[in-house]
């Protein structure tokens, strides 16, 4: 059987190009969930609409929020720990008030690095706009109205999906964005007793609902 999902093209301009392009994005992949979930297959180019839209949309979110730290007050440990999860180390011992300078420069300088689409918007204005849009999904996601709440197991609602609170922790759900959406994209099939899926589901569910259906095809 070969299911078939909108492509990301197939949506008409509504005149506000960037908000058309996340709302097509979002309703796009909860479909795309929704069609493996629902039968067990991918739809077709589902692992490219994953590889090429949804997870540049994560990364963009990722760039987004290295560039924030610089303005967040963020304990210098709490630092540390973020640029260490980058992958770089630190450099030599130095003041508190350098290695926390340095540290932010690290960040910033791997959000301009990681920017998906550079010439469409500056990198990071882009990217802070998809950071401060997934700030308030993740913000809104627990408060989902029952009739709202699509994940098909379980009770219908997201209530039990804490927004997260401390930079570490945006850092964690972000990642795990990008985790369920390579496993969905590798063709794992996702368990619907994983709680990691259901959040990330559960995101994509809120960034439709809340993205409006007037700008869009039902």
Not at 37 to 56: R, V
Not at 94 to 102: L, N
Not at 145 to 160: I, L, W
Not at 198 to 209: E, K, N, Q
């Amino acid at each position: 059987m070969q299911v078939s999902i909108w492509c990301m093209d197939a949506f008409e301009p509504s005149g506000f190009a960037e908000f058309d392009r996340m709302a097509a994005l979002f309703r796009t992949t909860r479909n795309l969930l929704d069609a493996v979930c629902a039968t067990d297959e991918w739809p077709e180019g589902a692992s490219k609409l994953i590889a090429t839209e949804t997870l540049p949309h994560v990364e963009d979110i990722e760039a987004g929020f290295r560039v924030w730290l610089r303005a967040g007050a963020v304990e210098l440990a709490e630092l540390r720990t973020l640029v260490a999860r980058a992958g770089v180390r630190s450099a030599e011992s130095r003041t508190p008030a350098e290695e926390r300078a340095a540290l932010i420069e690290t960040m910033n300088e791997l959000a301009l690095t990681a920017s998906s689409h550079p010439e469409l918007l500056p990198a990071p204005a882009r990217a802070l706009a998809a950071l401060q849009h997934a700030r308030l999904v993740f913000a809104l996601l627990p408060h989902t109205p029952a009739e709202e709440v699509h994940f098909p197991a379980g009770r219908r609602t997201y209530a039990d999906i804490s927004p997260p609170r401390r930079p570490a922790e945006l850092a964690e759900r972000i990642e795990e964005l990008e985790r369920s959406l390579w496993s969905v994209a590798t063709r794992h099939r996702p368990r619907l007793t994983d709680a990691s899926y259901r959040r990330t589901y559960g995101f994509f569910d809120t960034a439709a609902r809340i993205s409006g259906s007037q700008f869009l095809p039902s």
